[in-house]
């Protein structure tokens, strides 16, 4: 058989015509990559030296006592995901409430560029008019230097409080007497002595006592892991007539009661379900917790649903692109030259001398 040599030109013509062509959608991609990443770098150059975020005593000192009645809102497990923000940001269009409570687990590992993300989303997209207080989850701490790999990435117990002050924190607001403690070991000797060292010198006559913490006591229910600490725990709000404690950890919401104490577990704000828990305890949540001088209530708004490409998007930038980039945002307005001028110049021959060729 005869070859055919006009056949196979146009074949390879065609070929590189298609490689132009991706090219061109390549380069025009990482263009926008850029754009986007470097909006995201200006917002993280731009978070504010006195934000709401964190444990901080300034922070205190910006709640705005008005009497009874008041409502704060109460998530956990956030883990950095698009979820929690979507509810967050519902939350914040039902009225105002006087702060915020995290309940540990912000981001999905201890890593240095993970809470920047969540620092710069919180102040620079969702920008709570309000303090949001944090207790620290074991997803936020490296406790055992094992987690992150690099040193000057990881976020030890120290790096951690440079970022939000203490991990151990109480306040009063309208004589109601808040406590947030970390169980951040097997050891919980340090956090029950901070626990009772606050319950005994600011507990007393208080209108209503409420305690957070991240992982809750073992015993809660089956299918809820926790650390063995609850009988000292327990007998500590018990003597000193604690309200209502609320812990996260476990991705779902369970309500319960023990030695005359309200016990919620509200760790549903973003983190992955887990298919092995039931049914009736496993959505995405936040509360709303209404105080009034003789009664509490609690809403809850729960998430239906939802992909959340950009905020995954958005925080891989953050993880993988910023670390590399480091204080040279310089590079990426070079990408955007760079990546841009491929682009048209690829586009450029694809349209106009790709014609000029197959008409030859």
């Not at 940001?89 to 201890?110: N, Q």
Request: glycine fraction near 10%; proline fraction near 4%; charged fraction near 20%.
């Amino acid at each position: 058989m005869p070859y055919n040599h006009e056949k196979s030109g146009l074949s390879i013509f065609n070929k590189r015509r298609i490689l132009w062509l991706l090219s061109s959608i390549l380069s025009l991609f990482f263009t926008g990559l850029m754009i986007v990443s470097i909006g995201w770098y200006k917002d993280s150059q731009s978070i504010p030296k006195d934000h709401l975020i964190g444990n901080r005593a300034s922070n205190i000192n910006r709640l705005k006592e008005s009497g009874f009645p008041f409502s704060f809102l109460v998530i956990g497990d956030t883990h950095g995901r698009g979820k929690a923000k979507k509810l967050i940001e519902a939350a914040l269009k039902e009225g105002t409430p006087s702060f915020m409570i995290i309940l540990g687990d912000i981001v999905r590992k201890p890593d240095i560029w993970n809470h920047r993300f969540f620092l710069t989303e919180m102040t620079m997209e969702i920008k709570p008019p309000f303090p949001v207080f944090l207790v620290p989850g074991n997803h936020d701490i490296d406790y055992t230097s094992s987690k992150i790999r690099q040193d000057e990435r990881r976020v030890t117990p120290q790096v951690y409080e440079s970022l939000y002050a203490a991990r151990n924190f109480d306040f009063i607001f309208n004589n109601c007497l808040f406590i947030i403690g970390e169980v951040g070991s097997r050891d919980h000797t340090r956090y029950l002595n901070y626990l009772r060292d606050t319950l005994s010198k600011k507990g007393k006559d208080r209108k209503y006592i409420f305690v957070f913490t991240h992982t809750p006591p073992k015993g809660l229910a089956e299918f809820i892991p926790g650390f063995g600490y609850g009988e000292g725990f327990f007998s500590l709000l018990e003597t000193y007539h604690a309200t209502a404690c609320f812990f996260g950890n476990f991705h779902g919401y369970w309500r319960g009661q023990k030695k005359g104490v309200s016990i919620i577990v509200s760790g549903g704000g973003g983190g992955r379900l887990k298919k092995s828990s039931p049914a009736w305890v496993k959505f995405h949540h936040i509360l709303k917790v209404n105080v009034d001088e003789n009664i509490l209530s609690e809403e809850m708004m729960v998430l239906k649903g939802g992909i959340f490409f950009e905020d995954a998007f958005n925080e891989w930038i953050f993880t993988g692109l910023f670390p590399i980039i480091q204080n040279r945002g310089w590079i990426l307005y070079l990408g955007v030259i760079l990546f841009s001028s491929l682009g048209l110049y690829s586009a450029f021959v694809f349209f106009f001398r790709g014609k000029g060729n197959g008409a030859n």
